[in-house]
């Protein structure tokens, strides 16, 4: 007759065997789904971005200020690129934070490079941000000579 602390037969788990809590709970999961799904999504993106920038009209040859201007005259492009931007950076920092994990020894030495990691990702993803949605191609003060072609003269 068996008890059900034996060692387990077959592969099988003994009735009485509970797992222990981690404190990390389920992010560790969840983070490594989001690399799955942001990576697939980035390939997309990336792709299309460079289809578009490279191929489509006058190539790479037409892929200068104006272009990128409007190009982000549009907000469909706007949110493209800033999803792009958004996606990038957590999928980039989503790794780096493992691999802190995997070879950081020391905790303190771990707690430093994460607080590094994200404070860069905060500064990159707010800069990045806010040059999208700032941007302007025409502004209010500048002399003709210094404006684009597009502008509408001042």
């Known amino acids: 007759m068996s008890t059900p602390i034996e060692a387990p037969r077959a592969g099988r788990i003994?009735?009485?065997?509970?797992?222990?809590?981690?404190?990390?709970?389920n992010f560790e999961m969840f983070a490594w789904l989001f690399m799955r799904i942001s990576g697939a999504l980035l390939v997309v993106l990336i792709f299309t971005h460079l289809f578009v920038n490279l191929m489509v009209g006058d190539g790479i040859h037409a892929v200068d200020f104006g272009f990128v201007a409007g190009k982000w005259a549009s907000p469909l492009w706007q949110i493209w690129d800033l999803v792009m931007l958004w996606l990038a950076m957590l999928h980039g920092t989503?790794?780096?934070?493992?691999?802190?994990?995997?070879?950081?020894?020391?905790?303190?030495?771990?707690?430093?490079?994460?607080?590094?990691?994200?404070?860069a990702t905060v500064v990159i993803i707010v800069l990045g941000t806010l040059v999208i949605f700032t941007f302007d191609p025409c502004p209010a003060n500048a002399t003709l000579d210094q404006l684009p072609?597009?502008?509408?003269?001042?």
């Not at 009735?15 to 709970?25: E, L």
């Not at 072609?149 to 001042?154: D, V």
Request: aromatic content about 12%; some cysteine; glycine content about 6%.
């Open 14 to 25: 003994a009735p009485r065997y509970t797992r222990s809590k981690s404190g990390k709970g």
């Open 94 to 119: 989503n790794g780096v934070r493992t691999i802190i994990n995997d070879y950081a020894e020391k905790n303190s030495t771990r707690m430093w490079l994460k607080t590094v990691l994200y404070s």
């Open 149 to 154: 072609s597009f502008c509408p003269a001042p």
